[in-house]
């Protein structure tokens, strides 16, 4: 087992990372807490296994897609935390993917204004994305992730033995992000094992995390490749998952990089070696998608400043990028074939 820590200060705590990691929870479960709020889904692995010392332990189960990550669930769990007596020496477990562990961190950062959550993510993105870092919430009808608070978790368990049921395009999804973290570090993430790989996932984002924790300048990073997958998402009306919409977003982001003669040819090859040949995930811009389309939902992408903006590599490392002139976009929009 691998312990990344996430440096926090006075809020900081440990990821464990490996087969059986399970077994930390009891320990990481702060000393004060009686009682356990168990929050997960139905079909999610581990569950039945989880040991929480002497304390007493009830489990709510929410349902399935984003439309169930809203603030009606979140009151209801609170409603459900009232009914067991849930004080804020408790705790709450998160056990389950993204969406889990969001809603669940979300509930917990609002449950007696703040109550301690540890966060178990069954989803290779869980591991490596959402569960670090703090950011909790949920959905409106008017967007996405609207409502939610920075609400650090007290530890995280990246289990390995979960990801035996993940579904194969839940797992592809993790590829498409697992792939961005190769490029914001000098270091050869391929030449990891898993265990070992997640971990170092892990640690690059506990690391920007450590340095930007609500997102004012370098955590922006993490959104390599985003810009490009957020309009695929929005363009395709989500028939694209996001993470095989961020596997295109890598390929282009590279693209566009070189046509701005911020990278060379070498450097996009790189890109296409980990996103299309390790990790096997298709690049390819889908059918019928207008190039023109596509710039204008760039150009409104949440994270632009001063027209197109994006996350790009370069000589100095990957950086936020303002005020990319649209024709470079279009041809890197060309060059993707
Ligand atoms: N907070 C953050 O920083 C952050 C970062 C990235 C994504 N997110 C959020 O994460 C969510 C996406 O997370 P996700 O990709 O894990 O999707 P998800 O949580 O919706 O899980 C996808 C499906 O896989 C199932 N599942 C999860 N683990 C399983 C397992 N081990 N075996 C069998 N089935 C399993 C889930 O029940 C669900 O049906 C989105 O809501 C997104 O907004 C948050």
Same mark, same amino acid.
Request: net charge negative; hydrophobic share 45%.
């Given at each position: 087992?691998?312990?990344? @820590?996430?440096?926090?200060?006075?809020?900081?705590?440990?990821?464990?990372?490996?087969?059986?990691?399970?077994?930390?929870?009891?320990?990481?479960?702060?000393?004060?807490?009686?009682?356990?709020?168990?929050?997960?889904?139905?079909?999610?692995?581990?569950?039945?296994?989880?040991?929480?010392?002497?304390?007493?332990?009830?489990? +709510?189960?929410?349902?399935?897609?984003?439309?169930?990550?809203?603030?009606?669930?979140?009151?209801?769990?609170?409603?459900?935390?009232?009914? #067991?007596?849930? *004080?804020?020496?408790?705790?709450?477990?998160?056990? =389950?993917?993204?969406? #889990?562990?969001?809603?669940?961190?979300?509930? &917990?950062?609002?449950?007696?204004?703040?109550?301690?959550?540890?966060? $178990?993510? *069954?989803?290779?993105?869980?591991?490596?994305?959402?569960?670090?870092? =703090?950011?909790?919430? #949920?959905?409106?009808?008017?967007?996405?992730?609207?409502?939610?608070? +920075?609400?650090? @978790?007290?530890?995280?368990?990246?289990?390995?033995?979960?990801?035996?049921?993940?579904?194969?395009?839940?797992?592809?999804?993790?590829?498409?992000?697992?792939?961005?973290? /190769? +490029?914001?570090?000098?270091?050869?993430?391929?030449?990891?094992?898993?265990?070992?790989? $997640?971990?170092?996932?892990?640690?690059?984002?506990?690391?920007?995390?450590?340095?930007?924790?609500?997102?004012?300048?370098?955590?922006? $990073?993490?959104?390599?490749?985003?810009?490009?997958?957020?309009?695929?998402? $929005?363009? *395709?009306?989500?028939?694209?998952?996001?993470?095989? &919409?961020?596997?295109?977003?890598?390929?282009?982001?590279?693209?566009?990089?070189?046509?701005?003669?911020?990278?060379?040819?070498?450097?996009?090859?790189?890109?296409?070696?980990?996103?299309?040949?390790?990790?096997?995930?298709?690049?390819?811009? @889908?059918?019928?998608?207008?190039?023109? /389309?596509?710039?204008?939902?760039?150009?409104?992408?949440?994270?632009?400043?001063?027209?197109? *903006?994006?996350?790009?590599?370069?000589?100095?490392?990957?950086?936020? #990028?303002?005020?990319?002139?649209?024709?470079? &976009?279009?041809?890197?929009?060309?060059?993707?074939?």
């Amino acid at each position: 087992m691998i312990t990344v @820590p996430v440096p926090l200060g006075e809020r900081a705590y440990r990821v464990a990372v490996g087969r059986g990691a399970r077994a930390e929870l009891a320990a990481m479960l702060p000393a004060s807490a009686r009682r356990v709020a168990v929050i997960t889904q139905e079909g999610i692995p581990l569950v039945d296994e989880l040991r929480y010392g002497e304390r007493a332990v009830h489990r +709510f189960t929410i349902g399935h897609g984003e439309q169930h990550k809203t603030l009606a669930t979140i009151e209801i769990l609170c409603r459900g935390f009232a009914t #067991v007596g849930l *004080t804020r020496s408790d705790a709450v477990v998160a056990v =389950g993917g993204g969406m #889990v562990t969001d809603v669940a961190g979300y509930a &917990a950062a609002s449950w007696h204004r703040g109550v301690n959550v540890v966060h $178990i993510p *069954t989803s290779l993105l869980g591991m490596i994305d959402a569960a670090i870092g =703090g950011k909790t919430g #949920v959905n409106l009808p008017e967007g996405k992730n609207l409502v939610g608070a +920075f609400w650090q @978790p007290v530890g995280v368990i990246c289990d390995l033995d979960a990801l035996v049921t993940l579904p194969a395009r839940e797992m592809r999804c993790g590829r498409g992000e697992m792939a961005k973290y /190769h +490029f914001l570090t000098g270091d050869d993430l391929l030449a990891l094992d898993d265990e070992a790989r $997640i971990a170092r996932c892990v640690a690059i984002k506990a690391e920007v995390v450590g340095a930007d924790e609500r997102e004012e300048g370098r955590r922006a $990073i993490l959104n390599y490749g985003h810009t490009l997958a957020h309009a695929l998402e $929005i363009g *395709t009306q989500h028939g694209l998952a996001h993470g095989e &919409a961020v596997a295109i977003g890598l390929i282009y982001a590279a693209l566009l990089a070189e046509v701005l003669g911020r990278i060379d040819a070498a450097r996009v090859q790189y890109h296409r070696e980990v996103v299309e040949e390790a990790y096997g995930l298709s690049t390819a811009l @889908p059918d019928g998608l207008d190039p023109e /389309h596509l710039l204008a939902l760039m150009a409104r992408d949440k994270k632009a400043r001063d027209g197109l *903006t994006f996350v790009l590599d370069g000589s100095s490392g990957v950086e936020v #990028v303002a005020g990319v002139p649209a024709e470079a &976009a279009r041809e890197a929009l060309d060059r993707m074939g």
